[in-house]
């Protein structure tokens, strides 16, 4: 169930204080990466660090980390057992996300961090984050058209939303590659509620990335860059306020030991499910915007995949017109036509499935891999061979026939990288010695 407001989840923290500072982080793409970012930066600078972000990827724990290390299973249930007997006691009837919410802001409290990095659930102004009324500072990431039905039709009044997290006196970071119309929303909603400064982040910045020698840096794209960047801005501004600061080795380093969340431009193995030797491409694109991002990466590099399990090599698009094959699954709802349209080329082949039941989530619903594929064929010209597949186990083995060792990529939802990492998993520990 999805029902915005405040009401609830005020009511069920009432009696929690909050004495950790938070970095509160709303957008369309890129919030959960800036997360990471951030928790990492934070970590590279000796600072008890949580972080909550939203979908869980394997399991429903996984979504709260600490010092970057995701926490237990006891520890999560045992602090949600209280907070939903708080619930039940007081008739308070949160949602399932506010729950999650006061269990990760309680789990924060238990683990006595010092800053949390909490991530919008959807929207800003109205979500459960946003009873955090007293954070360090505020991102917005890049903003895009989705969830319309919550938080408006038009990009400019999902900006309004989105924008609803900014605090009077608290400085906000903004992805300034944002359309035109957003940031003049978030500077009028700045304006109006008196949150001061305003940083915004652009691509000339990434000019002096480009020319440092630190190796990582030269396999992150444009926005990934941006992401970071967004981050670090926003953790300089969080520990200025703190009396403290953010030194060059502490950025290098975070850069380094940062583990990106899954399912972002990820290089994965599947050679346990299937057999296939070269790595795959794995991305939770799950709307137009993130989609015509993949899909840049991928036509403007087109994939040359490497033999080698050690990394997937990315060359010119003169240099390798291979065809790609598609795994694809969508959440029911979403603008699959115009997903698809950034991501699919003539020829390219297309196995569609559907991810299965999101633990916590039992709103969720996938797209039929029927629906998505005579979609897909009906707007675009595909290879003959494209197939669905209900098991996403299957649809993976018959892709990596398809692809014959050539570009495979896995997109259109983070509950289907959710499917593929719990699989992977699911193989791994009935196929490891036990002791």
């Not at 949160?94 to 729950?99: C, G, N, P, Y």
């Not at 305003?198 to 002096?208: A, C, I, Y």
Request: glycine letters at 8%.
């Amino acid at each position: 169930m999805i029902e915005l407001g405040l009401a609830r989840i005020n009511r069920l923290l009432k009696h929690v204080e909050f004495p950790w500072r938070a970095v509160h982080v709303a957008g369309t793409n890129g919030k959960g990466s800036i997360c990471a970012y951030a928790s990492a930066l934070l970590k590279a600078t000796n600072i008890s660090t949580g972080r909550f972000t939203s979908p869980h990827t394997i399991d429903r724990w996984d979504c709260i980390a600490i010092n970057d290390k995701v926490i237990t299973e006891s520890l999560f249930k045992d602090v949600e057992d209280r907070v939903k007997w708080r619930d039940q006691k007081e008739n308070i009837q949160a949602t399932e996300f506010e729950l999650l919410t006061a269990t990760a802001f309680e789990i924060f409290n238990h683990e006595k961090v010092e800053v949390g990095v909490v991530e919008v659930g959807m929207g800003g102004r109205l979500d459960a984050t946003n009873v955090l009324q007293n954070p360090l500072v505020t991102v917005v990431s890049k903003i895009g058209l989705d969830h319309q039905e919550f938080l408006g039709d038009t990009i400019e009044a999902i900006a309004r939303e989105k924008a609803g997290i900014l605090k009077s006196g608290v400085p906000c970071v903004v992805d300034s590659t944002n359309e035109e119309s957003v940031k003049t929303v978030v500077r009028t909603v700045a304006k109006d509620l008196g949150a001061s400064p305003l940083r915004f982040v652009d691509l000339d910045l990434l000019e002096d990335y480009k020319t440092r020698e630190l190796s990582v840096l030269h396999h992150l794209s444009d926005f990934q860059l941006i992401n970071y960047e967004c981050a670090r801005q926003a953790v300089m501004l969080a520990l200025g306020r703190l009396g403290k600061s953010l030194n060059s080795s502490a950025q290098d380093h975070a850069l380094l030991q940062s583990s990106p969340l899954p399912g972002r431009l990820q290089r994965l193995s599947i050679e346990s499910l299937t057999g296939r030797e070269q790595y795959i491409l794995l991305d939770g694109a799950h709307n137009p915007q993130s989609a015509a991002l993949l899909g840049n990466r991928v036509d403007d590099e087109r994939l040359e995949w490497s033999s080698s399990p050690q990394s997937v090599r990315l060359s010119s698009a003169g240099s390798s017109l291979r065809p790609v094959t598609w795994v694809l699954a969508a959440r029911d709802g979403k603008d699959v036509t115009k997903m698809l349209s950034y991501l699919v080329k003539p020829g390219d082949k297309v196995v569609t499935t559907a991810f299965g039941s999101v633990d916590g989530m039992p709103w969720v619903k996938a797209m039929s891999p029927q629906a998505l594929l005579s979609t897909a064929s009906r707007n675009l010209t595909l290879d003959g061979q494209s197939k669905s597949k209900e098991s996403v186990l299957e649809a993976l083995q018959l892709a990596t026939g398809l692809a014959n060792g050539g570009p495979l990529v896995v997109a259109g939802s983070l509950y289907l990288v959710g499917d593929i990492m719990r699989t992977l998993r699911d193989v791994e520990n009935r196929t490891s010695p036990r002791t």
